[in-house]
């Protein structure tokens, strides 16, 4: 397992080095948006209409955080349990997504998108809310400030810590971990 | 006849639910730290590190563990021989709950199932809790809470069993409920099996049985024994901490049956497994 530190926007050459279990630090700009979010992005696609940032080469960011406190940039900031966007996903990997990150098992059509279109769902540590929100250097609400903690958010990272699950060969994090160490 | 006044039970439920919220219970720090000290798996020893950095950190910035401050859930014993003067008791729970929420910057998780829209407006701040009250002899109040998230609860499962499936069926029911939730709950989980009652019953039991510390002894040495064999079958399904491979798969499984007599129908065998993620934030008050 390697360990590299990319900055966003992602390329190809970026996603198709990394193999499951890979360590990456990410630097640069993240989206956030949860399954609400999800749902008017791909109306939007599929309307023809204009997205409220630049797909191409992006890592979306499945979190919805906790309010700041005054003086904070974001409040615990975790993974939330990524199965609830699959049924969104592979369309914006077809739209350029590069990245996903999350926690949780993705269904096969999500693997086959990272695998046709080149994009990899990295996982971050669940829980872990107050440890990854001090690599959050600035956060702005770009779109949907009603949905509230599910608005989209754009985040700029440093160094911000995430493990490749599923990478563009198909290979699978979650399975392999488990064929490893099960007794059963 | 005991009076509490209605001020001191909002101010009591609104600091246990910000304190438990941010600072990870003693049990679960020794049973993280004894995880990190037996875990083989290099990548799950990592996780489990981030984990107690991450209680560390909570703690010293009274910042939330978690983002998903969970819905709250009570379990509420009632003495027979207290009053609340100054308001009612489910309005000061509720009350309580909103405030700790809002003061404390939880995040307020409540919505329509239909429209999906957050109930912060209509109903109130991370409203309404679940509560379960129970009426006790005595003139004490006994509040136990739980902020309890989304990823576990979806992981979570019922079903009756046939009788003549007994312990056998209990136990597979159990490896397969954990084996699906795999690493989409944030283990190493906590397992509240609830075993008894009805339908609904055994649902309430697994809930409440992870209120209990983390590490205790059951009292029924014959569950005792069915907890043990079930934590050492659960680790070896190899799912580890946050699903990468892991050795500690589960922290701790807890059993709880209906009393009096480990009750349920003669024709039944309700069973209810209730995952609990890695971020157990519970508390209690006794006023």
Redesign the interface.
């Known amino acids: 397992?390697a360990e590299y530190r990319l900055t966003t926007p992602l390329s190809d050459a970026d996603v198709t080095q990394l193999k499951a279990?890979d360590i990456v630090y990410l630097n640069g700009t993240l989206y956030t948006a949860r399954?609400?979010a999800h749902k008017r992005l791909v109306e939007l696609i599929e309307r023809g209409e204009p997205l409220p940032f630049d797909l191409q080469g992006a890592v979306i960011y499945y979190?919805?955080?906790?309010?700041?406190?005054p003086g904070e940039v974001i409040?615990?900031?975790?993974p939330?349990?990524s199965?609830r966007m699959d049924s969104y996903a592979p369309i914006l990997i077809e739209h350029g997504l590069k990245g996903m990150i999350g926690?949780?098992?993705r269904n096969e059509a999500v693997k086959e998108a990272c695998k046709r279109y080149k994009a990899v769902y990295f996982?971050a540590?669940?829980?872990?809310?107050?440890?990854l929100?001090?690599r959050i250097k600035a956060a702005k609400v770009i779109a949907y400030e009603e949905?509230?903690?599910e608005a989209i958010r754009e985040l700029v990272v440093e160094d911000f810590p995430v493990?490749v699950v599923n990478d563009v060969y198909g290979n699978d994090?979650?399975e392999?971990?488990?064929?490893?160490?099960?007794?059963? | 006849m005991r009076t509490l006044a209605y001020r001191d039970v909002v101010d009591a439920i609104k600091n246990m639910v910000i304190y438990a919220t941010t600072h990870l219970g003693e049990d679960m720090l020794q049973a993280l730290k004894r995880a990190y000290e037996e875990e083989e798996s290099p990548v799950s020893k990592a996780v489990l590190a981030q984990l107690l950095e991450n209680a560390k950190l909570a703690a010293t910035q009274n910042k939330p563990l978690c983002q998903d401050t969970g819905l709250a859930v009570y379990f509420v014993k009632v003495g027979e021989d207290l009053r609340i003067e100054g308001g009612g008791l489910k309005e000061a729970i509720y009350e309580g709950t909103e405030r700790g929420y809002r003061e404390g910057y939880l995040r307020a998780s409540t919505c329509d199932c239909f429209t999906r829209e957050n109930l912060k407006e209509k109903v109130g701040y991370n409203l309404p809790p679940v509560i379960y009250f129970d009426i006790v002899p005595g003139d004490r109040l006994e509040i136990e809470y739980a902020a309890k998230g989304g990823g576990s609860e979806n992981a979570s499962r019922a079903r009756v069993l046939a009788p003549a499936q007994g312990i056998e069926g209990i136990k597979e029911f159990v490896k397969e409920v954990v084996s699906d939730a795999g690493p989409n709950a944030c283990p190493p989980y906590t397992v509240g099996v609830g075993i008894g009652g009805t339908f609904d019953y055994a649902a309430v039991l697994s809930k409440h049985a992870l209120y209990r510390e983390v590490g205790s002894v059951n009292p029924d040495p014959e569950l005792a024994q069915l907890e043990a064999e079930l934590k050492e079958e659960l680790n070896k399904l190899g799912i580890g901490a946050m699903g990468m491979g892991g050795t500690q798969s589960v922290l701790a499984v807890h059993i709880e049956t209906f009393q009096p007599g480990r009750m349920c129908h003669i024709a039944s065998l309700p069973v209810a497994v209730n995952i609990q993620c890695h971020s157990a934030r519970h508390a209690h008050i006794s006023l």
Do not use: H, N
């Open positions: 397992m279990g399954d609400a979190v919805g955080p906790t309010p700041p406190k409040g615990s900031a975790g939330t349990t199965y926690k949780g098992r996982g540590v669940g829980g872990a809310g107050a440890l929100a001090q949905l509230g903690p493990v994090l979650y392999a971990g488990r064929r490893q160490w099960a007794k059963v």
